[in-house]
């Protein structure tokens, strides 16, 4: 294997080269920095990266350790020490973390090297990762359409062979629906079970880390990793974390998958629709019972999580006065104008957008009418998902109703953009776990061949069981093996999954 092989390796497959000792870490740093000054270019992943301090790392990596010399892209809203953390935003433009998110310190004890921080919409805030106040992430399967967002960067990046893995965060989808449109495997977490300490809070009950990877098995490795309890996070919980990768191999015999008719509806593109129906019989042909379930409370599910999350992001954003750290107005007359002078020039119109409808349904005289309303509709959701995990072990869908869509499309319609996110949000309102892994393709008019991501859901804090079933269908299919155009002529080598 030649150096400008490893890119192409998924995470398990370079756990194993490092650990015997056929690569060094220093080595993959450098095959991977060829990599991404070829690729990131024309597809524009990452926001910066830190070679230099990767450098050193590796020369102190411990190849023994569960992930000893992987590097890991990071998405820019989380914290790594000494790096940039922008949120891809220009009223952060010049900020440092001083210090590592929990995720990150985790991983980096299991021996990982996080080096660069992926583009992303600002705050967190989009579907296509055209909200970076920089510049749009495009995806690598059709470098005329978007990547899918907010952690468009992240499943970019992995997509491209330019990470071997990258987290991302998901707050109303925004891990499963960039890897349904870029190709790649992105896991959510349930709500509790990933700590949230060092994330740049967008909206704080929904907020979740998670891996983006080539396969279930790297995403399970990940978990490993990432997953348990820290007294600095409140809301994560004291639960002992199983091994994620124990039961990776298990065939589906007894497995009974939902069937939601209220997420097969009018909208859903037709290629789309067939790709999830062949995945549904691929199931009962593996041993899997298909079973009918309903979850009568979806079609509120967008207007329920476009009050909660906007009330929590304007409760969070006020943080960003100008006067702490961040972007700063010059010349203004008083403490009014130096508030609204700051976060005019420093945030950017979603955000604006998303402030002000969160500032308005929390307002007097709005309260009761629509956020506290809503938080009731939030727990009949909740409710429709636990009645439908006593009949399934996991509930299968789409994870997008469409596969990428051109740049600039949606980005004039918010809405049509907000319900890009249909199929997803209702699992980060009930505080469930989710998984999306490619189940297809469809292919446009001009011979473009896009992916299609299937989702599944579990109950919370059964991850295990929806990485064992996501594992089953990925190992008895093809469609994590392809690759985009713009990898397609570097020879991949044989996979050892």
């Known amino acids: 294997m030649t150096a400008s092989d490893l890119?192409?390796?998924?995470?398990?497959?370079?756990?194993?080269?490092?650990?015997?000792?056929?690569?060094?870490?220093?080595?993959?740093?450098?095959?991977?920095?060829?990599?991404?000054?070829?690729?990131?270019?024309?597809?524009?992943?990452?926001?910066?990266?830190d070679f230099d301090a990767a450098l050193e790392e590796a020369a102190r990596a411990d190849v023994t350790l569960p992930l000893g010399g992987v590097p890991i892209a990071i998405k820019d809203i989380i914290s790594v020490a000494g790096q940039p953390c922008t949120c891809a935003s220009k009223i952060l433009r010049n900020y440092r973390a001083p210090y590592d998110a929990t995720v990150v310190r985790k991983l980096k004890a299991a021996g990982a090297i996080p080096f660069g921080k992926t583009n992303m919409d600002e705050f967190a805030m989009g579907s296509s990762t055209e909200n970076s106040s920089v510049k749009p992430t495009r995806n690598p399967w059709d470098i005329s359409r978007v990547s899918g967002g907010s952690s468009g960067g992240s499943a970019a990046a992995v997509a491209a062979d330019a990470a071997f893995g990258a987290l991302g965060t998901d707050t109303g989808g925004s891990i499963r629906q960039p890897a349904s449109l870029s190709g790649v495997v992105g896991f959510k977490p349930s709500y509790g079970r990933v700590s949230r300490f060092g994330l740049v809070a967008f909206a704080s009950s929904f907020d979740q880390a998670g891996p983006l990877t080539k396969t279930v098995s790297?995403?399970?490795l990940l978990m490993n990793a990432m997953a348990g309890h820290d007294p600095?996070?409140?809301?994560?919980?004291?639960?002992?974390?199983p091994d994620y990768t124990a039961n990776l191999g298990r065939d589906l015999r007894g497995i009974r998958l939902g069937l939601a008719q209220e997420y097969m509806i009018a909208g859903v593109d037709p290629k789309v629709r067939a790709a999830v129906d062949a995945a549904v019989a691929h199931f009962e042909s593996l041993g899997a019972e298909i079973v009918a379930v309903s979850l009568p409370h979806t079609e509120y599910a967008v207007a329920t999580y476009y009050i909660l999350a906007t009330a929590e992001a304007s409760a969070n954003l006020a943080r960003f006065d100008g006067v702490r750290y961040g972007h700063r107005a010059e010349n203004t007359r008083n403490l009014f104008e130096h508030y609204g002078r700051t976060r005019e020039e420093g945030f950017g119109p979603e955000v604006k957008?998303?402030?002000?409808?969160?500032?308005?349904?929390?307002?007097?005289?709005?309260?009761?009418?629509?956020?506290?309303?809503a938080q009731k509709v939030r727990e009949l959701v909740r409710q429709d998902f636990a009645r439908a995990f006593e009949q399934v072990d996991a509930l299968v869908s789409p994870t997008s109703p469409v596969p990428a869509f051109p740049l600039g499309e949606r980005s004039v319609d918010p809405l049509q953009m907000y319900l890009a996110d249909i199929f997803t949000i209702a699992a980060n309102l009930a505080g469930i776990c989710g998984i999306s892994l490619p189940c297809g393709f469809a292919q446009t008019e001009d011979g473009a061949q896009l992916p299609i991501g299937l989702q599944l859901l579990g109950a919370a804090l059964d991850e295990a069981r929806i990485l064992q079933i996501a594992h089953a269908y990925e190992q008895s299919t093809d469609w994590h093996k392809k690759r985009p155009p713009l990898v397609a002529n570097v020879q991949r080598p044989t996979r050892k999954e």
């Open 7 to 49: 890119p192409a390796l998924n995470i398990a497959e370079l756990r194993d080269l490092l650990g015997r000792r056929e690569v060094s870490p220093r080595a993959v740093l450098e095959a991977l920095q060829s990599r991404i000054a070829e690729i990131d270019p024309q597809i524009d992943a990452y926001l910066s990266i």
């Open 353 to 373: 957008r998303r402030i002000i409808l969160g500032t308005y349904v929390l307002s007097s005289g709005y309260y009761e009418a629509y956020y506290a309303r």
């Open 218 to 220: 790297d995403a399970a």
């Open 232 to 241: 600095l996070d409140s809301t994560c919980l004291n639960e002992a974390v």
